[in-house]
């Protein structure tokens, strides 16, 4: 038995170096979307695969780590290697999100492994940005790479690195992407080496056993917390870019003393376009909302996750099989899932009301330049106060790309960047408000536009009205939820977004207006 | 006193008390006086008065008086600023309200970040537009009227433009702080391309608000400090900017967003003074009062900086020191949590009741309680005013958290203790490995009233086996603050390649003009911001003198590849902005100290002027002949 104390200290190191390792990338890359809007995160996990630390910017990335280690562990990985994955069905998220995973070895023993996941803004596939708004299967997303060797033992293999580079309209920019998130594992060893120096092999291993121990009985701690009970909730995603057929997510909590189980069931399947998610980032939703719910201060470590049961059926669009196309399933379904599980726990605690429910994912690119933004909108109101206006809602938290930096960048000019006042719903508490972005074209682009809640609108709570939709538009004429096209220079593309709903029924003079 | 003397007189506000330090017959004499908190002038001149009579001089015998004053960051933390006003580019009135997109906690879904300065009914959007090409859409006569009017109507005491593009295209900004100065010769005015003449709307937007909502408030303070000064018969005091250089008042009167950081920047130079003293090429500074820990970092004799800061949910963007602050100090309160596990803070006893110690009730557990439970001191305060500190409640209110936990209370506190080293160990880590300095390769340097008590056993925690306990610890600051030198900076982003020798020459050429223009005599320096194109971040490079632009090349790619160990031999360099910091050098330094005591062995406190220092076994211990304390490993013991 070691020491609380001791217990700690440990744990904060192996923080500490999943947080060095995601400085060292975020200062390192190129693309802005790693760089500015900080689209990444770092894991230490221990020799068995479970998850000790997380570093994590962004939720979509939370806790999925653990799938990316298993498929590189069934690769037998030897000492030195730095293996690579984005494959959604062999551990991976969305193309765009390349995975490494490095084990940690002393003196011949494994200890652990340390993984780092960036999205990079452009694996290929048929689209700028490798989110293409209509794409029906995997391949059409971008280059698909299973677990390979970046580095085997200690030899750096420039073969697998001229394919990733060559797939890219960016070739330049993931160069410098992927060697940034190789100067994180270099220094992940070097710090899990001094880390073990400290402590010796056996403590440190026994530490992660008892750490994981530790984070398993803060997480059941708060779900005793959650009244006993069987909470249902349905809702929609608003067509799959090919079809405008709403594809229905269910969900059943099942609160019973410490243990809860989420349970996909009466989910539709897999759909043509592109919302499927791997079952890792339907997880991801879950843990989040689940993170949100509880002491967000409990270690975010595979302790606290393995806790939550989550069950979906082999083929849903929430658990989605090779050759499903999965880029908006990481971005839209995943924001879907977390306001359906807001939905049923709202039925057993106080939660907020819906936020906006949609990242606005917006690709502006030809073979020039690959320009990649999500827009934050209206955040759901509280029995607190009302909701944040202008923020991401869920499990996007990118920053914004400056408009001087876009704009020296890009053949783009923003025409206006601000609130939609009187977008969130009313309500005792206020929802926060939508934004509205414009932008002028300054060259011919190929844009891509992935968005949702144009049609149904984030939901109230508590007697709360539901927010406003968002709408995108070319030129004033009204566009489709998900669309792409071409577009020619002085055409204006505006993106309006959601405004997050209201909580608690509105005062009556407001609502007789 | 010898007739001679020069006298250089530092003086530092605190939340509880406020320092004034003197270099005196080779010696540095400190006195502490409380600090009123509804005008820190009149603690200035306590402090002042009291440090003059015990060395027997008079104020007009200060040749030099330096401040580090905490008015700006009170102000901004506690929301006490002025009323303010914030001018635009059409389309974009809501920008300090959107900020960078990103929710103020990403977890706890209601949290907001705080409310933007200025409210939307004080904004003002203006028809004009410039883009990275030049004016788009040109501002009139008639728009800028209007602008007048509008802020007539407004009736606030400050003002902040900030127009897109402005830092390459500045006209229209100072057509809009023209004609507002002409019309309301009394209205605080802050315009982006003089604040901060850099890329980045948001940021330079924000950190332009801060300065024009921080003026009236700082301006006012430093007039009434310099009415105080005169009405003495002392100097004007220089003021300590955030980026630890001294500025003129009148300057820092409106430049306030430069004051910041003031009182901190002022404790790392008095660090930064003993490093040089020592030869020390790499210290970390530890500066722990009662409710938070400053940590900071010194690298070859030199404090770093880092580029922006976030003080109260406002972000501004200034090169400022290099300083994190922890929420952990000596009446950081523990608990236990669900999980079973002992807790350290945020939450603090702060002064009233303060740790149970102290006698007056306090009902919570803190690390100062721990300290008393474990024997490592039983009075505070400084050598004309003890107070005997209350064992038993400490023992009581520690007791009873051990019992929670099942554990004696020396265990607990000992618990509480190694927590609370934990938090501040990991600043300091982050401080050094994120900077690329190995911890054991810097000295520590502990101040501040609760400093010297962690520092030998946070210098365990991150493997620094060198610790520094300067003379009067209790009082750096207002030491920093009189060796400081006086510093001005100016900035321009140009965003151009390396080898554009042509543009770098005529930008240098001018901006060192500008420099020159203010102070001849003071010595200029260029550092040039810069990154592989395609790259966000930049890094700092200082311009040899002499060198040519050709020269940057490969210092940059060096310092690339030494920081994160990738090298990159082919990809074109881009220069984001060009730096130039005009230094009028303080030329006073600090004798090295000699050894002056015994060398004692650990597991013993020792009482200090206004602190005390803990040394734990395994430690020993040397004071030197200026006051301060060497306090090292013991190899042999290990």
């Given at each position: 038995m070691i020491d609380l104390i001791t217990l700690h200290v440990i744990g904060h190191q192996l923080r500490g170096i999943a947080e060095e390792m995601e400085a060292i990338l975020v200062r390192g890359a190129y693309s802005p979307n790693i760089t500015e809007r900080r689209d990444c995160s770092t894991a230490i996990c221990d020799a068995t695969g479970r998850m000790i630390a997380q570093s994590a910017s962004i939720p979509v990335h939370l806790g999925a780590m653990p799938a990316a280690l298993e498929a590189v562990i069934a690769c037998e990985p030897e000492p030195g290697d730095v293996w690579v994955l984005n494959d959604p069905y062999q551990g991976g998220s969305h193309l765009p999100d390349l995975t490494m995973v490095s084990p940690l070895d002393?003196?011949?023993?494994?200890?652990?492994?340390?993984?780092?996941?960036?999205?990079?803004?452009?694996?290929?596939?048929?689209?700028?940005?490798?989110?293409?708004a209509g794409s029906r299967e995997l391949v059409q997303e971008g280059l698909i790479l299973p677990p390979v060797r970046l580095i085997a033992a200690g030899e750096h293999r420039s073969d697998i690195e001229a394919i990733i580079v060559r797939n890219s309209r960016t070739p330049h920019e993931r160069v410098g992407d992927l060697r940034a998130q190789l100067a994180s594992h270099i220094v992940a060893a070097r710090e899990y080496e001094r880390v073990c120096g400290r402590w010796g092999a056996p403590v440190l291993q026994k530490a992660c056993n008892e750490l994981l121990a530790y984070a398993s009985r803060r997480m059941r701690a708060a779900i005793s917390a959650i009244p006993d009970g069987i909470y249902q909730a349905i809702d929609y995603l608003e067509g799959d870019g090919i079809s405008d057929d709403l594809i229905p997510i269910q969900v059943t909590v099942v609160v019973a003393g410490d243990h809860v189980c989420v349970d996909f069931s009466g989910t539709a399947p897999a759909v043509a376009g592109n919302l499927n998610c791997p079952l890792s980032v339907t997880k991801a939703a879950v843990y989040f909302v689940f993170r949100c719910l509880t002491d967000p201060d409990i270690p975010s470590s595979s302790g606290a996750f393995d806790v939550i049961e989550v069950v979906a059926q082999d083929g849903a669009v929430v658990n989605a099989q090779f050759p499903s196309a999965v880029a908006a399933g990481n971005v839209e379904t995943s924001s879907r899932i977390v306001d359906v599980l807001f939905s049923a726990l709202g039925q057993a605690i106080a939660v907020p009301a819906h936020g906006q429910g949609t990242m606005n994912n917006v690709t502006i690119g030809s073979e020039a330049f690959t320009y990649y933004e999500t827009i934050g909108g209206g955040q759901g109101a509280s029995a607190h106060g009302p909701g944040p206006s202008g923020v991401h809602v869920a499990m996007s938290n990118t920053l914004n790309t400056p408009v001087e930096v876009l704009e020296i960048t890009y053949p783009l000019r923003v025409e206006h960047y601000r609130c939609r006042p009187g977008t969130g719903g009313r309500g005792m508490h206020v929802g926060g408000d939508g934004v509205s972005r414009s932008f002028r074209m300054r060259a011919p682009a190929y844009v891509s536009v992935i968005s949702e809640r144009r049609a149904l609108a984030p939901h109230g709570s508590a007697g709360g009205e539901n927010g406003h939709v968002g709408r995108n538009t070319l030129n004033g004429d009204l566009l489709p939820a998900k669309w792409q096209g071409h577009v020619e220079p002085g055409d204006i593309l505006a993106i309006d977004t959601p405004g997050g709903g209201g909580w608690g029924p509105p005062p009556p003079d407001i609502r007789s207006e | 006193m010898t007739f001679k003397e020069i006298l250089e007189i530092g003086i530092d506000v605190g939340g509880t008390f406020t320092d004034a330090a003197v270099r005196h017959n080779g010696r540095i004499i400190a006195a502490k006086v409380p600090t009123n908190p509804s005008d820190q002038s009149v603690g200035f001149v306590d402090a002042l008065t009291a440090v003059l009579a015990s060395i027997g001089a008079e104020p007009s015998r200060v040749a030099r008086l330096a401040h580090g004053t905490t008015v700006g960051t009170n102000a901004l933390l506690e929301g006490t600023t002025a009323s303010c006003a914030f001018i635009t580019t059409g389309g974009f009135g809501d920008m300090l309200e959107l900020r960078r997109q990103n929710r103020a906690d990403m977890y706890r879904l209601e949290v907001h970040h705080s409310p933007a300065f200025v409210g939307r009914d004080h904004v003002i959007e203006v028809a004009e537009r410039c883009d990275p090409d030049g004016v788009v859409i040109p501002l009139t006569a008639s728009e800028c009227q209007r602008i007048v009017d509008a802020i007539g109507v407004l009736d606030v005491e400050a003002v902040a433009v900030c127009l897109l593009f402005s830092f390459r295209y500045p006209d229209h900004e100072r057509m809009i702080g023209d004609a507002l100065s002409a019309a309301y010769p009394k209205l605080s005015i802050s315009i982006s391309s003089d604040v901060l003449s850099e890329f980045r709307e948001y940021e330079r937007a924000a950190t332009t608000v801060v300065d024009a909502a921080l003026g009236p408030v700082v301006s006012?303070?430093?007039?009434?400090?310099?009415?105080?000064?005169?009405?003495?018969?002392?100097?004007?005091?220089?003021?300590?900017?955030?980026?630890?250089?001294?500025?003129?008042?009148?300057?820092?009167?409106?430049?306030?967003?430069?004051?910041?950081?003031?009182?901190?920047?002022?404790?790392v130079q008095g660090a930064c003074a003993w490093a040089r003293a020592e030869g020390t090429a790499h210290m970390l500074t530890f500066d722990m009062g009662g409710t938070s820990c400053d940590v900071g970092i010194i690298v070859d004799g030199a404090p770093l900086f880092r580029s922006d800061t976030v003080i109260g949910g406002h972000s501004i963007r200034m090169p400022m020191l290099d300083i994190a602050t922890v929420s952990a100090g000596g009446g950081s309160i523990a608990w236990v949590d669900s999980g079973g596990a002992l807790r350290v803070g945020p939450h603090s006893a702060g002064a009233r009741p303060g740790p149970a110690a102290y006698g007056n009730k306090g009902q919570h557990p803190t690390?100062?309680?721990?300290?008393?439970?474990?024997?490592?001191?039983?009075?505070?305060?400084?050598?004309?005013?003890?107070?005997?500190?209350?064992?038993d409640a400490a023992c009581a209110v520690v007791g009873a958290l051990g019992v929670e936990l099942g554990m004696t209370p020396e265990a607990c506190a000992q618990g509480i203790l190694r927590l609370v080293d934990v938090e501040m160990a990991r600043a300091l880590r982050v401080m050094s490995t994120e900077r690329g300095i190995h911890p054991g390769d810097a000295t520590l340097c502990a101040y501040g009233g609760a400093g010297p008590l962690h520092a030998c056993s946070v210098a365990d925690a991150v493997g620094i086996t060198r610790v520094l306990v300067p003379a009067c610890a209790g009082a750096l600051a207002a030491i920093g603050a009189v060796m400081?030198?006086?510093r001005r900076d100016w900035v321009r982003?140009?965003?151009?390649?390396?080898?554009?020798?042509?543009?770098?020459?005529?930008?240098?050429?001018?901006?060192?003009?500008?420099?020159?223009?203010?102070?001849?005599?003071?010595?200029?320096?260029?550092?040039?911001?810069?990154?592989?194109?395609?790259?966000?971040?930049?890094?700092?490079?200082?311009?040899?003198?002499?060198?040519?632009?050709?020269d940057i090349d490969p210092l940059f790619r060096a310092e690339h590849g030494m920081r994160l160990g990738v090298e990159d031999a082919s990809t074109p360099i881009e220069v984001v902005s060009v730096r130039i910091t005009a230094v009028r050098e303080n030329a006073t330094a600090i004798a090295p100290p000699q050894p002056y005591g015994v060398i004692s062995s650990g597991d013993v406190s020792v009482m200090l002027d206004g602190a005390t220092m803990w040394v734990p076994a395994g430690w020993c211990f040397q004071q030197r002949d200026d006051g301060s304390y060497y306090v090292w490993r013991d190899l042999a013991a290990q």
């Amino acid at each position: 038995m070691i020491d609380l104390i001791t217990l700690h200290v440990i744990g904060h190191q192996l923080r500490g170096i999943a947080e060095e390792m995601e400085a060292i990338l975020v200062r390192g890359a190129y693309s802005p979307n790693i760089t500015e809007r900080r689209d990444c995160s770092t894991a230490i996990c221990d020799a068995t695969g479970r998850m000790i630390a997380q570093s994590a910017s962004i939720p979509v990335h939370l806790g999925a780590m653990p799938a990316a280690l298993e498929a590189v562990i069934a690769c037998e990985p030897e000492p030195g290697d730095v293996w690579v994955l984005n494959d959604p069905y062999q551990g991976g998220s969305h193309l765009p999100d390349l995975t490494m995973v490095s084990p940690l070895d002393i003196d011949g023993v494994r200890l652990g492994y340390a993984i780092s996941r960036a999205h990079h803004a452009d694996v290929g596939g048929s689209a700028a940005g490798s989110m293409p708004a209509g794409s029906r299967e995997l391949v059409q997303e971008g280059l698909i790479l299973p677990p390979v060797r970046l580095i085997a033992a200690g030899e750096h293999r420039s073969d697998i690195e001229a394919i990733i580079v060559r797939n890219s309209r960016t070739p330049h920019e993931r160069v410098g992407d992927l060697r940034a998130q190789l100067a994180s594992h270099i220094v992940a060893a070097r710090e899990y080496e001094r880390v073990c120096g400290r402590w010796g092999a056996p403590v440190l291993q026994k530490a992660c056993n008892e750490l994981l121990a530790y984070a398993s009985r803060r997480m059941r701690a708060a779900i005793s917390a959650i009244p006993d009970g069987i909470y249902q909730a349905i809702d929609y995603l608003e067509g799959d870019g090919i079809s405008d057929d709403l594809i229905p997510i269910q969900v059943t909590v099942v609160v019973a003393g410490d243990h809860v189980c989420v349970d996909f069931s009466g989910t539709a399947p897999a759909v043509a376009g592109n919302l499927n998610c791997p079952l890792s980032v339907t997880k991801a939703a879950v843990y989040f909302v689940f993170r949100c719910l509880t002491d967000p201060d409990i270690p975010s470590s595979s302790g606290a996750f393995d806790v939550i049961e989550v069950v979906a059926q082999d083929g849903a669009v929430v658990n989605a099989q090779f050759p499903s196309a999965v880029a908006a399933g990481n971005v839209e379904t995943s924001s879907r899932i977390v306001d359906v599980l807001f939905s049923a726990l709202g039925q057993a605690i106080a939660v907020p009301a819906h936020g906006q429910g949609t990242m606005n994912n917006v690709t502006i690119g030809s073979e020039a330049f690959t320009y990649y933004e999500t827009i934050g909108g209206g955040q759901g109101a509280s029995a607190h106060g009302p909701g944040p206006s202008g923020v991401h809602v869920a499990m996007s938290n990118t920053l914004n790309t400056p408009v001087e930096v876009l704009e020296i960048t890009y053949p783009l000019r923003v025409e206006h960047y601000r609130c939609r006042p009187g977008t969130g719903g009313r309500g005792m508490h206020v929802g926060g408000d939508g934004v509205s972005r414009s932008f002028r074209m300054r060259a011919p682009a190929y844009v891509s536009v992935i968005s949702e809640r144009r049609a149904l609108a984030p939901h109230g709570s508590a007697g709360g009205e539901n927010g406003h939709v968002g709408r995108n538009t070319l030129n004033g004429d009204l566009l489709p939820a998900k669309w792409q096209g071409h577009v020619e220079p002085g055409d204006i593309l505006a993106i309006d977004t959601p405004g997050g709903g209201g909580w608690g029924p509105p005062p009556p003079d407001i609502r007789s207006e | 006193m010898t007739f001679k003397e020069i006298l250089e007189i530092g003086i530092d506000v605190g939340g509880t008390f406020t320092d004034a330090a003197v270099r005196h017959n080779g010696r540095i004499i400190a006195a502490k006086v409380p600090t009123n908190p509804s005008d820190q002038s009149v603690g200035f001149v306590d402090a002042l008065t009291a440090v003059l009579a015990s060395i027997g001089a008079e104020p007009s015998r200060v040749a030099r008086l330096a401040h580090g004053t905490t008015v700006g960051t009170n102000a901004l933390l506690e929301g006490t600023t002025a009323s303010c006003a914030f001018i635009t580019t059409g389309g974009f009135g809501d920008m300090l309200e959107l900020r960078r997109q990103n929710r103020a906690d990403m977890y706890r879904l209601e949290v907001h970040h705080s409310p933007a300065f200025v409210g939307r009914d004080h904004v003002i959007e203006v028809a004009e537009r410039c883009d990275p090409d030049g004016v788009v859409i040109p501002l009139t006569a008639s728009e800028c009227q209007r602008i007048v009017d509008a802020i007539g109507v407004l009736d606030v005491e400050a003002v902040a433009v900030c127009l897109l593009f402005s830092f390459r295209y500045p006209d229209h900004e100072r057509m809009i702080g023209d004609a507002l100065s002409a019309a309301y010769p009394k209205l605080s005015i802050s315009i982006s391309s003089d604040v901060l003449s850099e890329f980045r709307e948001y940021e330079r937007a924000a950190t332009t608000v801060v300065d024009a909502a921080l003026g009236p408030v700082v301006s006012a303070y430093l007039g009434r400090l310099a009415m105080r000064a005169d009405m003495l018969g002392a100097p004007r005091p220089l003021i300590m900017q955030s980026n630890g250089g001294l500025l003129e008042i009148d300057d820092a009167a409106t430049h306030a967003v430069k004051t910041v950081l003031s009182g901190p920047a002022a404790g790392v130079q008095g660090a930064c003074a003993w490093a040089r003293a020592e030869g020390t090429a790499h210290m970390l500074t530890f500066d722990m009062g009662g409710t938070s820990c400053d940590v900071g970092i010194i690298v070859d004799g030199a404090p770093l900086f880092r580029s922006d800061t976030v003080i109260g949910g406002h972000s501004i963007r200034m090169p400022m020191l290099d300083i994190a602050t922890v929420s952990a100090g000596g009446g950081s309160i523990a608990w236990v949590d669900s999980g079973g596990a002992l807790r350290v803070g945020p939450h603090s006893a702060g002064a009233r009741p303060g740790p149970a110690a102290y006698g007056n009730k306090g009902q919570h557990p803190t690390v100062t309680d721990a300290h008393v439970v474990l024997g490592h001191f039983v009075e505070i305060g400084t050598q004309d005013h003890l107070v005997r500190l209350d064992r038993d409640a400490a023992c009581a209110v520690v007791g009873a958290l051990g019992v929670e936990l099942g554990m004696t209370p020396e265990a607990c506190a000992q618990g509480i203790l190694r927590l609370v080293d934990v938090e501040m160990a990991r600043a300091l880590r982050v401080m050094s490995t994120e900077r690329g300095i190995h911890p054991g390769d810097a000295t520590l340097c502990a101040y501040g009233g609760a400093g010297p008590l962690h520092a030998c056993s946070v210098a365990d925690a991150v493997g620094i086996t060198r610790v520094l306990v300067p003379a009067c610890a209790g009082a750096l600051a207002a030491i920093g603050a009189v060796m400081a030198d006086v510093r001005r900076d100016w900035v321009r982003t140009i965003l151009c390649p390396l080898t554009d020798e042509i543009t770098l020459t005529q930008v240098l050429a001018e901006m060192t003009a500008v420099a020159r223009d203010q102070d001849a005599q003071a010595a200029v320096y260029v550092t040039l911001d810069c990154r592989f194109r395609g790259q966000t971040h930049t890094r700092a490079i200082a311009w040899p003198s002499g060198a040519v632009a050709g020269d940057i090349d490969p210092l940059f790619r060096a310092e690339h590849g030494m920081r994160l160990g990738v090298e990159d031999a082919s990809t074109p360099i881009e220069v984001v902005s060009v730096r130039i910091t005009a230094v009028r050098e303080n030329a006073t330094a600090i004798a090295p100290p000699q050894p002056y005591g015994v060398i004692s062995s650990g597991d013993v406190s020792v009482m200090l002027d206004g602190a005390t220092m803990w040394v734990p076994a395994g430690w020993c211990f040397q004071q030197r002949d200026d006051g301060s304390y060497y306090v090292w490993r013991d190899l042999a013991a290990q």
